[in-house]
């Protein structure tokens, strides 16, 4: 017998279908936000696609580990005493310091906090798709300055598109994918001719490059710095970073911020991470060998690249951009086809790891660069 109560409704019709009336929207602002998948997914190969360190992080990491309890699991964590350390560390006091999930945390935590309909987000492009998607979570405007084939800091462009509206001018120093990086005089300079906004130094790779301006930290009033335990520290996993800025500014951060975005394993690595400079030291000098190894042997395949500061380096392939990728991946090496960057159009992004791994990496691209070259003559 048909149920009575059962009502007729054509499915999508937003009148009579009961389910299609009632499912929830999510903001405006969320509906238009830019999507990101970072291309992850089977990377049990050498990975040199998302600048991570290719090997591994200090054995005192692992020991910190070990010794962590299930009842150290049970409570929340408590991140003031460690950023005290690492304030310390950095020679800031404790209320010029936070703790991130990461830089990206800092980045969406950061943008919150400062960016309102009218502003301006002042971006020199091509750099990190992060700031561009969490600016699309907020009802500012993005103003990208697009450096020129050299891909070299477009500071005076920059400095010509400051506006009483800028609100963040934000910088990876060095920048990615370009590995390029400004100067220390540069961004003070931009910090003062823009004393209405938030000037952020992202400086996740930082240790490649060896330039700060951590140290102007507090003297500059509207200049706050990001760094990231993800790169050279090799803590990626753990989600670990640090937004470093003056008192009176890091106060609003700070209520906008989670208190417990920092899960307790990061906060227990992190002293030791710290303290075990060694092993910085040595990663960090590694791959500043491996680099120049690298760059010579795409000099002597006549690839052009850019020069760089950081732990990657990017390669002109040209029109083959997708099948040189693919062809890296088929000879176990991940590299990250940057393409659709602004103005990278056929360039591919190559992370540098030890000089054995980057040697594994070189002859891989040269049996890549023979099947293409081969089949462009078959064609
Ligand atoms: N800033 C820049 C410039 C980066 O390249 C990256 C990582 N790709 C990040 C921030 C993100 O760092 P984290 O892993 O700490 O979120």
């Not at 054509?10 to 279908?17: A, E, I, L, T, Y």
């Not at 307790?264 to 991470?273: E, F, G, I, K, M």
Request: hydrophobic share 45%; charged share 25%.
């Amino acid at each position: 017998m048909p149920n009575p109560f059962a009502r007729v409704y054509k499915k999508g019709d937003p009148v009579s279908d009961p389910v299609a009336v009632l499912s929830p929207t999510p903001r405006a602002r969320v509906q238009a936000m830019m999507e990101y998948h970072p291309p992850l997914g089977s990377r049990d190969a050498l990975r040199l696609d998302f600048n991570e360190n290719t090997l591994a992080c200090s054995p005192k990491i692992r020991e910190t580990l070990a010794h962590i309890s299930a009842g150290d699991l049970t409570r929340y964590p408590e991140r003031q005493p460690v950023e005290a350390i690492v304030a310390k560390y950095l020679g800031l006091a404790t209320e010029q310091l936070s703790l991130t999930n990461g830089v990206d945390e800092a980045i969406h935590v950061l943008f919150e906090t400062f960016l309102e309909t009218g502003d301006e987000l002042l971006l020199p492009v091509p750099t990190y798709t992060m700031y561009e998607v969490y600016a699309s979570a907020t009802d500012a405007r993005v103003v990208a300055v697009q450096a020129a084939d050299d891909l070299k800091f477009p500071y005076e462009r920059l400095l010509a598109a400051i506006t009483s509206r800028t609100k963040i001018i934000a910088i990876a120093n060095p920048n990615s994918p370009s590995g390029s990086a400004a100067t220390r005089a540069q961004l003070l300079e931009i910090a003062a001719r823009a004393p209405q906004a938030v000037l952020l130094v992202d400086e996740a790779y930082f240790h490649f490059h060896g330039e700060t301006v951590i140290d102007k930290i507090g003297v500059i009033p509207n200049l706050i710095v990001a760094r990231t335990f993800s790169k050279a520290y090799g803590l990626a996993g753990l989600r670990l970073g640090l937004l470093a800025g003056p008192a009176e500014l890091m106060r609003w951060i700070k209520r906008v911020l989670s208190p417990y975005s920092v899960n307790s394993l990061a906060l227990a690595c992190l002293p030791p991470a710290l303290e075990d400079t060694a092993y910085l030291d040595w990663y960090v000098g590694e791959v500043l060998e491996a680099r120049a190894e690298f760059e010579a042997a795409l000099d002597r395949a006549g690839l052009r690249r850019w020069a760089s500061r950081a732990n990657f380096v990017l390669v002109e392939i040209g029109a083959q951009h997708k099948e040189f990728t693919r062809l890296m991946s088929a000879a176990g090496v991940l590299v990250r086809d940057r393409s659709s960057d602004p103005g990278c159009d056929g360039r591919v992004r190559i992370t540098i790891g030890t000089r054995e791994q980057m040697r594994q990496a070189a002859m891989a691209l040269k049996e890549t660069l023979a099947t293409l070259r081969a089949g462009k003559e078959a064609q």
